[in-house]
């Protein structure tokens, strides 16, 4: 797969799929019973300058992101942010299927207020693995907000068009984000064995003495180990422990230091080094900023 296609702007998107102008140069709804599949879009690395929400159902094609496949089942989310790469795999000239796609450069976030906060929606950096499942019910409470948003764009623009526009799309980000709160709870006994699998990993590898080598465990590495993207398995972590990956990392190397301070003659220093810091500074201000005290002073006491 070794083509690769840019789509730079809303005006090339609908020429690409063989809609007319676009009636807003910023945004636009695509509703995909009307893109008919051609084969020079298939098996091609895609990359959209312009975030991306889509609601299929059902769709015959697998959607390859990063290194996975996915196919969608009826009433699956997917959210992409500029710059992602994708590509559609298996081609099907007469496969059809329903749903829509919300494309909208972030140009038209810059002068509001949800511009400044669109990384609060960390899904965008979710795996496909990690789609949104949603019910028929779900699905109708975010087409009726797309439909505002293409009634808005599609007629007489005015000084109040993009206010309308965007609050319709911060409504639909915010169904999304009670929609995924809905989903993780209906996956808890999922989220309790992930939980138990991303310890036992944090504990292998200070066992394994990896830290040492590797530095202190990154969370990037972490979520790989578990088929997660980062911001997937920081939620869920957020959402059961209250910590994030880094905030449950950082607590597990502070109680690793506790007991090496308590039960060995090691300085501070080599603690520090032994537990992966690169610099002993480093672990003497996350010591203290999570203990309230420094490493000798806790050793002293204790």
């Not at 840019?6 to 995909?32: A, N």
């Not at 949104?132 to 797309?146: A, I, M």
């Not at 915010?174 to 808890?188: C, D, E, K, S, V």
């Not at 036992?200 to 040492?212: D, I, M, P």
């Amino acid at each position: 797969m070794s083509d690769f296609l840019k789509i730079e702007s809303i005006s090339q998107l609908h020429r690409m799929l063989g809609y007319d102008k676009p009636r807003h140069p910023l945004i636009t709804v695509i509703d995909y019973s009307q893109v008919k599949n051609r084969p020079e879009h298939f098996n091609v690395k895609i990359v959209v300058d312009f975030y991306v929400i889509s609601l299929k159902s059902p769709a015959p094609v697998a959607l390859q992101y990063g290194r996975q496949y996915y196919d969608f089942d009826e009433g699956t989310m997917l959210f992409m942010a500029p710059g992602q790469v994708f590509s559609v795999q298996e081609f099907n000239e007469d496969s059809q299927y329903d749903g829509w796609g919300l494309y909208f450069h972030p140009d038209l976030l810059v002068q509001a207020d949800l511009g400044r906060r669109m990384k609060e929606y960390t899904f965008f950096s979710y795996a496909v693995s990690e789609a949104l499942h949603v019910s028929e019910d779900e699905q109708q409470t975010l087409s009726v907000l797309v439909d505002t948003i293409r009634k808005e764009y599609s007629s007489n623009l005015d000084v109040y068009s993009q206010r309308v526009i965007v609050t319709a799309i911060e409504q639909l980000l915010n169904y999304a984000q009670r929609f995924y709160g809905r989903q993780f709870l209906t996956r808890q006994k999922f989220n309790t064995d992930l939980i138990s699998r991303f310890e036992a990993l944090l504990a292998g590898y200070f066992a394994r003495g990896q830290q040492t080598e590797q530095g202190l465990p990154a969370v990037e590495y972490l979520a790989a180990e578990l088929h997660l993207s980062p911001s997937y398995l920081t939620d869920l972590l957020k959402r059961e422990t209250g910590k994030t990956t880094k905030e449950y990392i950082q607590t597990y190397v502070i109680e690793q230091a506790k007991l090496r301070l308590l039960n060995s003659t090691e300085t501070v220093n080599e603690i520090a080094y032994g537990l992966g810091f690169d610099y002993p500074q480093y672990f003497n201000r996350l010591f203290k900023a999570k203990t309230g005290m420094t490493p000798v002073e806790y050793r002293t006491l204790n």
